[in-house]
């Protein structure tokens, strides 16, 4: 039977426990959930001038989804 797969993406302070525990939570449902880390090598800030640092370093992922919310006519809000 197919499942449902669903990206759980972390918030702008980047890849925590936060983000991992609630893809665990929806695998314990049944779906399929995969907790996504956006800037790589589990980067986590602890204050806002960091995070922004980060957030602002992978243009190039957001490059990427744009083309994808673009392509799908999805929104990102």
């Known amino acids: 039977m197919p499942r449902l797969m669903l990206l759980v993406v972390h918030e702008w302070w980047g890849h925590n426990d936060y983000a ?22 589990g980067k986590v800030a602890d204050h806002p001038d960091d995070a922004e640092a980060d957030r602002d370093s992978w243009g190039r992922t957001q490059q990427f989804f744009d083309r994808i919310f673009s392509a799908t006519g999805a929104s990102e809000d």
């Open 20 to 41: 991992r525990k609630r893809a665990e939570m929806l695998a314990e449902l049944g779906y399929t959930a995969l907790a996504l880390d956006m800037y790589g090598d």
